[in-house]
């Protein structure tokens, strides 16, 4: 057996399968769980659901657990392990996903070079690829590569496409060298963290240098994800600079796999003006 398929093997023995629910995974003493958040596109003045972001909630003793200091106090292989498994696990739960998805988004993290990142979707691609033989129609996948010279390249980006995985670039920064590296790797969309974007809704000369940058990425193709949005006046800025898609807890906190998401679309006035009454007009007698 090669090195990925010791690792198959090894994950593959650390999900737990539950006929009815979702499957969980055991990682040394934490019990893992897929979450999912969905994203937004607007569409004829209404917000709606246009896919998701798998995310992990670890817990150990019952107790839960921050998802970036499990994995920032672990070594290379045991960090790749753990990534590969929450991937793992976040398809294995799509099933249980009450979300009309057009796509799900994941980190990759490119770190260990590209050895790693070939291995990573290998396994992601079997992944899918059981779910498939099983006879389900799983959604496009994106995998996120950091927005550094580091992790995303042309390179890394050809590795992911040629899995059949869409490309997309997380923590992206509006400056120079995020421009330059987005134009460079063509991903499908950059994601634009809300720790940076929350400060500068309160910024309108910033906002304006913003916007200018999203016209740059449409000219190429590239759309724009606004995160973190939690605030009406958030929401307003986002779609001001021209952003195409929009996350946030004011749209939906993450949730369990298995549970129930609101699949309506959400009325932009209402998401605006939460406060205000919206009395419908009716046609005259």
């Not at 796509?103 to 779910?131: F, H, N």
């Not at 006046?233 to 796999?257: I, K």
Request: charged fraction near 25%; hydrophobic fraction near 40%.
């Amino acid at each position: 057996m090669t090195q990925t398929d010791d690792l198959h093997a090894s994950i593959a023995a650390s999900i737990h399968h539950d006929a009815t629910g979702p499957s969980v995974a055991q990682f040394h003493a934490h019990l893992l769980r897929s979450a999912y958040q969905p994203t937004y596109r607007l569409d004829s003045n209404q917000m709606t659901i246009a896919g998701s972001r798998a995310l992990v909630r670890p817990a150990r003793a019952g107790r839960p657990s921050v998802p970036v200091r499990l994995f920032d106090r672990l070594g290379p292989a045991d960090r790749l392990r753990l990534e590969c498994l929450c991937r793992a696990l976040h398809v294995a739960n799509l099933p249980h996903l009450e979300l009309p998805t057009g796509s799900l988004s994941m980190r990759i993290d490119a770190t260990g070079g590209s050895d790693d990142v070939e291995t990573a979707l290998v396994l992601l691609r079997r992944a899918v690829t059981k779910l498939e033989d099983e006879g389900r129609h799983p959604p496009l996948i994106s995998c996120e590569l950091a927005c550094t010279k580091e992790e995303a390249s042309r390179e890394r980006a050809d590795i992911l496409r040629r899995h059949g995985f869409r490309v997309a670039l997380r923590d992206f920064g509006p400056d120079i060298a995020g421009v330059e590296i987005a134009r460079a790797v063509q991903p499908d969309y950059v994601r634009v963290d809300g720790n940076w974007f929350r400060p500068i809704t309160r910024m309108p000369d910033v906002l304006k240098l913003f916007a200018s940058v999203i016209s740059v990425l449409h000219a190429d193709g590239i759309e724009v994800l606004a995160d973190g949005i939690e605030t009406p006046a958030e929401l307003e800025a986002a779609l001001e600079t021209g952003a195409d898609l929009f996350q946030g807890f004011l749209f939906s906190p993450p949730v369990l796999a298995g549970a129930k998401f609101i699949e309506r679309p959400l009325g932009l006035p209402q998401l605006l003006h939460p406060r205000a009454r919206i009395i419908p007009l009716r046609r005259p007698a």
